[in-house]
């Protein structure tokens, strides 16, 4: 099965972003996780990053038929927008939504989610091995689909 790992803005900045805040990981260090933990589940991942809005809702089309499932760092429009959102519910495949940070303790703007509402869970605060842990979620989830 293949699992899309998409990442929204500025995620491309990662280890030179903020590191008190992100840590000093990096995006490529990010997807050797995702490999790492694919390989060890024996899973396809299609990582990737943009900056673009209505790149990212495209990317999210395009997982229709194609991925069984969506991990998904949607950054900061995570807190803005509905697109995002809207996309994520029109794909109708199970979504796990990932932040690096714990949301939650930082800034009131941040913590409210629209994409939430598409996810049946969400990781933060836990670092880049959130995603690990995300994909780990994601193929027990399809496991139990195909039996
Ligand atoms: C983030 C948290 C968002 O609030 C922020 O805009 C980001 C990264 C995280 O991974 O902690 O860009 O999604």
New binding site residues.
């Given amino acids: 099965p293949l699992i899309a790992v998409l990442n929204?803005?500025?995620?491309n900045m990662l280890g030179l972003r903020q590191p008190e805040?992100?840590g000093v990981a990096t995006l490529d260090d990010v997807e050797q996780v995702c490999v790492q933990a694919a390989e060890q589940l024996d899973v396809a991942i299609d990582f990737r990053q943009t900056n673009g809005e209505g790149e990212l809702v495209s990317w999210i089309q395009e997982c229709r038929g194609r991925a069984r499932g969506i991990i998904i760092?949607?950054?900061?429009y995570?807190?803005t927008s509905i697109a995002v959102l809207d996309a994520l519910l029109a794909v109708d495949l199970p979504v796990i939504e990932?932040?690096?940070?714990n949301?939650h303790r930082?800034e009131a703007f941040?913590h409210t989610s629209y994409v939430s509402r598409a996810a049946i869970g969400v990781i933060?605060g836990l670092g880049v091995r959130g995603y690990a842990l995300a994909l780990h979620a994601m193929t027990d989830m399809i496991l139990d689909e195909d039996d």
């Fill in positions: 929204g803005p500025n995620l805040v992100y760092n949607p950054a900061a995570s807190h990932v932040h690096i940070s949301i930082r941040r933060c």
